[in-house]
């Protein structure tokens, strides 16, 4: 079995959207650069070049290391459930001290939070402007964003919605408030572009979000982490903040507030 083979067979058994598009971020590309190899004869010199040239995050590579161990795991498992006894291992056994787990370090918020985040939208052009408010003011995670299509809004009066299919929380499907001028602007690029229902409203890769974001100093997912910041300035408590990013533990949404917006929320607390 080829590289391309064993990658085509992996994506195809993966079920739930978000792990989907996770994966194929990864193995896509691997699957163009070393297709027409056989797993056996791929050097973990050549995987830990091939994930240091991706323009992602550390933390990033990590899972993206996570995915390649999984696809040659998955193909040494075929080889041996056929009745052969492969006599290689999987070359990211190798790489674990080149691309360790990150260590998970609360990032504070500094006093020019709104300054700084203002002029990151302004230099972005209509399209980002609009990913960028979907993160900030929607909470939603990018590759939520990127998967939404006209017919997952949902609007009703003043009310407006989106719904989320296989959320990162785990549910089936979960909706999420948008503010009715976010919707608005989205109907009219909607609109203005003559976007299907079924198409994707922003058909284009995360890493290519990512690059958008990370030259202006900005990672994708510290958009939702600016809308829990401007939740606890607007006095909501941790509970409310928990429901708009959609977590299923409240130890996580924790994770998304800074040492500066942390000292707010134990003020707004004061007296319950």
């Known amino acids: 079995m080829k590289i391309v083979d064993a990658v085509s067979d ?45 323009p992602v995050s550390d933390a ?16 040494l498992r075929g080889l041996r459930i056929n009745g052969e006894c492969p006599v290689w291992s999987n070359p990211c056994d190798l790489l674990k001290e080149d691309f360790p787990k990150p260590k998970f370090t609360p ?30 003011r929607g909470a939603l995670r990018v590759s939520e964003i990127l998967h939404i299509t006209p017919g997952d809004l949902i609007t009703s009066g003043e009310c ?19 503010p009715p001028d976010l919707c608005a602007s989205l109907w009219v690029y909607i609109w203005d572009r003559k976007i299907a229902a079924t198409d994707r409203i922003f058909p ?14 900005v990672e994708p997912h510290d958009l939702r982490r600016y809308a829990a910041f401007r939740a606890v300035e607007m006095g909501l408590d941790l509970n409310t903040i928990k429901g708009l ?5 409240i130890t996580t949404t924790a994770k998304y507030i800074g040492e500066l917006s942390t000292k707010k929320l134990a003020e707004s607390l004061k007296g319950m």
């Open 10 to 54: 992996l994506i195809s058994r993966i079920r739930k959207e978000n792990t989907l598009a996770s994966y194929q971020d990864t193995l896509e590309p691997f699957g163009e650069i070393f297709g027409n190899r056989e797993p056996s004869g791929i050097l973990p010199s050549e995987i830990r070049d091939y994930l240091r040239s991706m």
């Open 60 to 75: 990033t590579k990590f899972l993206r290391l996570s995915h390649l161990r999984v696809l040659f795991s998955d193909t």
């Open 107 to 136: 990032k504070t918020v500094s006093d020019t939070i709104h300054e700084d985040m203002n002029k990151v939208r302004g230099s972005l052009r209509e399209k980002h402007q609009l990913i960028f408010d979907l993160g900030t």
């Open 160 to 178: 407006c919605a989106v719904r989320i299919d296989a959320p990162k929380s785990g549910h089936n499907q979960s909706y999420r408030v948008l």
């Open 204 to 217: 284009v890769t995360r890493q290519a979000v990512y690059q958008v974001f990370k030259a202006r100093g």
């Open 245 to 249: 990013l959609g977590h299923a533990n």
